[in-house]
């Protein structure tokens, strides 16, 4: 067994796994950050200082137990460095590719702050993972019991899959409504391969089925099943949707051909990634190639779209944002791999209207300041007068974030509460909606947010959900 050796970092420096070279990576959606090897990960481990207070683990939205399973790790024994970092994250290997290290645990990191650079937890994380699947520890989902309780999930996202994870090995029969043709929502259809290849979803959602949990695909609440009628056919219902629906621009001009959401666009490109046809991809409605290309917005929906038209043989890719880049609400890291693959971005920048006949040809852009801090502390743009400019553009991306569907209307569920943002509204402790034995996690609660939060919500309503049945199957005996 090899014996690590903790505190490295006084004499080794943070070596990141290596990424492809801009000039072969962009031509294929596969992802661009090569695995560590056995020595490396061992050795990068080891770099933990082993904080007495690990600000890594207290900034994780999961708490996941990082200096354990990274001391673990350094030492050689691997199988239980994994099994400590699955006890708390139920997707270990994709928070180790998509979560914004560099915000969470990895920006709080005290030898980062000290100066020797960040132990690359992440990097580790997928690692152990990796070798979990390879090894075959990675079990399948059992249970010791099983309860006579059943519980439908809509949504079969991070926050739904983490919840049905949880109740299965509780013994609590599962059953997932996905309205598309495949599960994993926006990790399968949103986020792009170059970030998180589908094999990677895929089989944690076959493991899941596995353990029991029945898919319905193709299946959309308010349409395809009345949400009424679910509330009927299970004990527990919980809502764990996401929210889908585009931000508009108020300009004019926003109607023309060509200007399209981010969603349909990255959408597409997954769908035809995974060998789907998709006519709107082919006749080139969804498909960047050889156009000059306009994403508007700053967060990592934007960032996945110029890297995405980018890797399809857009012409040009440029990116607008009414802040800087020290004022982007992406990740910094994402935002560093998009100008290495030859995105511009153009700081400081906000539409105007766009321009074309049936078709946009250029969007007009008004140049911006940063004024006083608003309410969230971040510097307000303020528009420069007389300096508008024309860019040139065949294709408009629209990446404004996105806002929650009115599920009242669409599901016929008028008395489901939600909040003035139009998300639903729970209890923060136990993720219950107004309605009994009704729960509701992830975006479809907070607003658009990250992978990992969603895990988390999941896994606390799937607790939340069982100490229900427990109660109620007691009352009942």
């Known amino acids: 067994m090899a014996t690590g050796k903790m505190l490295a970092f006084v004499e080794l420096d943070k070596k990141t796994p290596e990424k492809r070279p801009p000039d072969l990576r962009t031509h294929d959606f596969q992802e661009i950050y090569d695995e560590y090897g056995p020595e490396v990960a061992e050795r990068q481990a080891g770099r933990c200082s082993q904080c007495g207070v690990p600000y890594c683990q207290t900034h994780c939205p999961l708490h996941n137990n990082i200096p354990d399973w990274l001391r673990l790790t350094a030492e050689g024994r691997l199988r239980e460095a994994y099994e400590l970092s699955q006890q708390t994250n139920s997707f270990p290997e994709i928070c180790g590719r998509i979560c914004p290290q560099d915000r969470l645990c990895e920006g709080n990191c005290v030898i980062e702050q000290s100066g020797h650079g960040t132990v690359t937890i992440g990097s580790v994380e997928k690692y152990l993972t990796e070798m979990a699947w390879e090894e075959g520890w990675v079990q399948p989902i ?104 585009a931000r508009e621009l108020d300009c004019p001009g926003v109607g023309l051909r060509n200007i399209i959401p981010a969603l349909e666009f990255l959408t597409a490109s997954n769908r035809k990634g995974l060998g789907d046809v998709v006519p709107e991809f082919d006749n080139g409605s969804l498909n960047a190639a050889g156009k000059r290309v306009v994403v508007i917005g700053g967060g990592d929906t934007a960032m996945d779209c ?89 294709l408009v991306i629209k990446a404004l974030g996105f806002d929650p569907e009115n599920l009242s209307d669409q599901w016929g569920a008028g008395s489901l509460e939600v909040t003035g943002w139009g998300t639903v509204k729970t209890n923060y402790r136990s993720h219950m909606t107004n309605l009994p034995n009704v729960w509701a996690v992830g975006d479809i609660v907070r607003g658009a ?15 939340s959900i069982l100490r229900h049945a427990t109660s109620e199957i007691k009352a009942a005996a």
């Not at 493991?207 to 056919?233: H, P, W, Y």
């Not at 982007?328 to 920048?349: C, D, K």
């Not at 008004?366 to 860019?391: H, I, K, N, V, Y």
């Not at 947010?449 to 607790?463: K, Q």
């Open 142 to 245: 059992s249970s010791v019991q099983q309860l006579d309780y059943s519980v439908g999930i809509i949504g079969s996202g991070p926050g739904g899959l983490a919840a049905a994870e949880q109740l299965l090995r509780a013994g609590a029969a599962v059953t997932i409504y996905e309205r598309n043709d495949r599960p994993g929502g926006l990790m399968t259809y949103g986020i792009p391969g170059f970030k998180l290849e589908k094999h990677a979803v895929m089989r944690r959602t076959r493991q899941i089925e596995d353990g029991g949990a029945v898919f319905v695909l193709n299946c959309e609440v308010g349409k395809d099943a009345e949400f009424s009628t679910l509330r009927e056919q299970h004990d527990a219902l919980l809502i764990a949707t996401g929210v889908y629906r």
């Open 306 to 394: 110029v890297r995405t038209a980018v890797r399809q043989g857009a012409a040009s890719v440029k990116c607008l944002y009414r802040r800087d880049r020290d004022n982007m609400p992406g990740s910094r890291r994402e935002v560093a791999n998009a100008i290495e693959e030859g995105v511009e971005f153009m700081w400081l920048t906000q539409p105007r209207a766009f321009v074309g006949e049936s078709h946009v040809s250029a969007v007009r852009a008004a140049r911006m300041q940063l004024g006083p801090p608003d309410a969230t502390g971040r510097r307000s743009p303020e528009m420069l007068t007389g300096q508008d400019f024309q860019e040139k553009a065949d």
């Open 449 to 463: 947010s990250l992978v990992v939060w969603a895990i988390r919500d999941g896994r606390e309503a799937a607790h």
